[in-house]
C-alpha cells in the first residue's frame, strides 16, 4: 500500500495525523502479503451525512481503504469546499466510488457490499423528525438489512453509530453515564427507540460467520459542516430568540468534536482488525464517545454565539413553561409537515435534551479501542466559529431592493406610511384617519353621507385656504397650486388604456367562460365573488375598527417574517391544490374513464 503524507501548516491538525498513523501501526504490521498487495474496500452508509463525510476523508486521507460511500441521492454532489479536495481526488482516481443505496431494500444493500472488507454503518434520519415509522424503517429493519448484507458477502467488520440517547429516558439527568447503564422503560422519542433497537440488533451479530461488531455513541456531535447546531442558533439569534436559557442554566454536557468522532471510528476498526485479546475484548460492545471535557451546556452555546458576533443567551425560562408551547408546536408539524412545513426546532424532546445534564464516561472506549480525542474542546470551538465565518453577526446580509410587503404596496408614499418607514408621515396618517372615524364613521353615517361630509369638509377648506393672503403675522402660507389637480394629456391617455385593458380582459375572461371548459377558472370566479359579496357586507365601522388597525400591524409583520409567513402560505397551497385535485377527480374522473 502506498503512503502519501499531504503537507499541513495547521500544528494541531499535524498532531491529529501522527496519532492517527500511531493507532494505525498495530494491525498495519500485521496485514498479509497478499492484502497489502490487493486493492481493500470499506464502505460507509449515510457517507454523506455530517459526520460521515469527516470520517470519508479521513479514511481517503491515510489510504487506509479505497471508500464506498452509499447514501439514498442518485449521485454524489459536491459541496464546494470539497471540490479539489481529497474527496474530489479520490472519486477521480477511482479510491473514492458513490453508490445509490436505500438500507430498506437489502438488493440495494448487498449490492453496495460488494467486496468490503469493513462496513461503517452511519446512516440514519433526522433525529428531530419524530416519525416512528420512519425511524423504525431505517434504524431497525434498515439496520437488520445491513447485518444480514455484511453476513451474506463476507464484510469482516461492522461499525455502528449509535447514539447516548438510547440509555437517555427524556426526564432524569445524566453525569458520567458508563457503558453498564440499560435502556430505559421509554425513551425520549422515535429516534432514541429505534437506535436502542438497532444497537441490540447489531451487538447480537457479533461472532456470526465470523463477522466482528461494536456500537459507538458520540455524544453531541460538532464542527464544521454541522447543518443542525450552528445553523439553528444563528437563526435563533437573527430572530432575536437566542437570549433565553431553557432551565437554570447549570445542566453539563459532553460535546464531541466531529473530527474526534471520525477518529473513534478508526480506532474501533483497527481494535477489531488486530486480532487476539484486543479483538475480543472491543467486539460486541458499546462506547460512548466524548472530548472528555463536560462544559455547561448554556456556555458552550454562548462561546459559539460570542465567537460568531451575537448575544450571549440570559434570560432564563422554566422547562415546564416551555414544554405546552413545544407540544403545541408538534402537534402543529404532525398537521401540516405532510403539506411541506419545516421540522420545528421547538420539540417537547428538544426541550428536556436542553434543560437536562447529559455527561457520559468514555474510559471503556479508551481503554479497549485506544480512543483519546485528537482535538482538544476549545480548539475544535475555534475550528467550528472561524468555518462559519459567513454566519458571523457582521455578514448577515441585507435584502436587495424593496421587501416584498414594500413591492405589494407599491412601494410608494402608502408602503412608506403603512411600513412605518417614515414615522412622522405614518403617525400624520393616523391622526387624520382617527379625525375622520370620530366625525364620520362613529357617527353612524352611511358611505354616501360620510363621502359628502368628507367633501364638504374639502371644500370649505380649500375655499378658505385659497382666500388667505400669503403672509399671516409673518408666517408665509404655502398656497396649493392648480397642476396638483390638473390631469395630464399622459396620465389621461394612461387612465384610459388602463381602463380599456381592464374591461378587455375581463370581456376575455367571461367568453372562456362561457364556453364552460375551464372549471379552474370557474371555481376561481366563484370565489373572487363571494369574496366581494362578503367584503360588501362589511359596514364602513369595521373597516376602520378592524381593517384599518390590521393593515398597520399585518404589513410590517409579514415584512419581518416573510420567510415564515410564506412558508406557511405555501403549506396552505399545497393542501388545497390536493383536496382541489381530489375534487376534480372525484367529479370528473368518472366521465374520462367512460
Known amino acids: 500500500m502506498k503512503k502519501k503524507r499531504e503537507r499541513c501548516g495547521d500544528a494541531s491538525h499535524t498532531k491529529s ?29 449515510g457517507g454523506r451525512g455530517f459526520a460521515a463525510r469527516h470520517l470519508v476523508e479521513m479514511l481517503v486521507r491515510y489510504e487506509m481503504f479505497s471508500v464506498r460511500i452509499a447514501d439514498l441521492a442518485p449521485a454524489i454532489m459536491l459541496d464546494l469546499h470539497e471540490e479539489n479536495g481529497v474527496l474530489d481526488e479520490g472519486l477521480r482516481s477511482g479510491r473514492v466510488q458513490y453508490i445509490s443505496a436505500d438500507l430498506r431494500d437489502k438488493s440495494q444493500v448487498v449490492k453496495a457490499f460488494q467486496g468490503a472488507e469493513v462496513v461503517f454503518h452511519m446512516a440514519a434520519p433526522d433525529s428531530s423528525i419524530n416519525n416512528h415509522q420512519l425511524q423504525y424503517s431505517v434504524n431497525v429493519q434498515g439496520t437488520q438489512n445491513v447485518i444480514d448484507a455484511c453476513v451474506d458477502v463476507g464484510v469482516k467488520r461492522l461499525i455502528y453509530t449509535s447514539s447516548p440517547s438510547v440509555v437517555f429516558d427524556g426526564v432524569h439527568g445524566i453525569l458520567n453515564g458508563s457503558e453498564s447503564m440499560a435502556y430505559p422503560i421509554k425513551h425520549n422519542d422515535s429516534y432514541s427507540a429505534t437506535k436502542a433497537e438497532g444497537e441490540e440488533l447489531i451487538m447480537k451479530a457479533n461472532g456470526r460467520k465470523g463477522l466482528l461488531t461494536c456500537c459507538i455513541r458520540p455524544s453531541s456531535i460538532f464542527g464544521p459542516g454541522d447543518r443542525l447546531l450552528v445553523p439553528s442558533l444563528v437563526a435563533a439569534a437573527r430572530a432575536g430568540k437566542s437570549k433565553f436559557i431553557i432551565g437554570d442554566g447549570n445542566n453539563l454536557y459532553d460535546f464531541t468534536y466531529v473530527e474526534n468522532v471520525a477518529h473513534a471510528h478508526v480506532c474501533a476498526e483497527r481494535a477489531l482488525a488486530s486480532g487476539g485479546d484486543v479483538s475480543t475484548k472491543a467486539a460486541g460492545q458499546a462506547y460512548f464517545i466524548t472530548n472528555m471535557e463536560p462544559i455547561k451546556f448554556w456556555e458552550f452555546v454562548s462561546q459559539l454565539l460570542e465567537g460568531l458576533g451575537y448575544e450571549r443567551p440570559s434570560i432564563k425560562i422554566p422547562a415546564f413553561v416551555m414544554m405546552p408551547i413545544a407540544h403545541l408546536v408538534e ?79 407599491g412601494g410608494g408614499k402608502v408602503a412608506d406610511t403603512l411600513l412605518w418607514k417614515d414615522l412622522k408621515q405614518t403617525l400624520i396618517a393616523i391622526f387624520i384617519l382617527i379625525s375622520v372615524y370620530y366625525n364620520f364613521v362613529a357617527t353612524g353615517s352611511t358611505i354616501v353621507t360620510a363621502l359628502s361630509k368628507a367633501l364638504l369638509v374639502a371644500s370649505v377648506f380649500l375655499f378658505l385656504h385659497g382666500i388667505l393672503p400669503e403672509k399671516i403675522f409673518g408666517y408665509t402660507v404655502e ?80 415584512e419581518k417574517k416573510e420567510q415564515e409567513i410564506d412558508s406557511i402560505v405555501v403549506s396552505f397551497k399545497s393542501f388545497a391544490c390536493k383536496r382541489k385535485s381530489d375534487v376534480y377527480e372525484k367529479l370528473f374522473g368518472s366521465k374520462k374513464h367512460d
Open 17 to 45: 495525523l501522527f496519532l492517527l498513523k500511531t493507532s494505525f501501526k498495530l494491525s498495519l504490521k500485521d496485514m498479509t502479503p497478499e492484502a497489502t498487495e490487493n486493492e481493500r474496500w470499506c464502505v460507509v452508509t
Open 331 to 409: 402537534l402543529t408539524y404532525k398537521l401540516l409537515g405532510p403539506y411541506g412545513m419545516k421540522v420545528p426546532q421547538l420539540t417537547p424532546s428538544r426541550v428536556r435534551l436542553l434543560s437536562c445534564s447529559r455527561t457520559f464516561d468514555s474510559t471503556k472506549a479508551k481503554d479497549r479501542l485506544g480512543y483519546a480525542p485528537v482535538v482538544p474542546l476549545q480548539e475544535g470551538i475555534r475550528r467550528t466559529i472561524d468555518s462559519f465565518s459567513h454566519l458571523t453577526a457582521g455578514s448577515q446580509s441585507k435584502r436587495e431592493g424593496p421587501s416584498k410587503a414594500s413591492r405589494i404596496l
Open 479 to 558: 398656497k396649493i397650486p392648480a397642476s396638483q389637480f390638473h390631469l395630464s394629456k399622459d396620465s389621461s391617455e394612461h387612465l384610459s388604456l388602463s381602463v380599456i385593458s381592464s374591461w378587455n380582459t375581463t370581456v376575455k375572461a367571461l367568453r372562456s367562460l362561457c364556453q364552460g371548459n375551464d372549471w379552474s377558472f370557474f371555481f376561481k370566479v366563484v370565489f373572487v365573488l363571494l369574496a366581494l359579496s362578503l367584503a360588501g357586507a362589511i359596514s364602513l365601522h369595521n373597516i376602520f375598527v378592524i381593517g384599518i388597525p390590521i393593515a398597520f400591524i399585518a404589513f410590517i409583520v409579514y
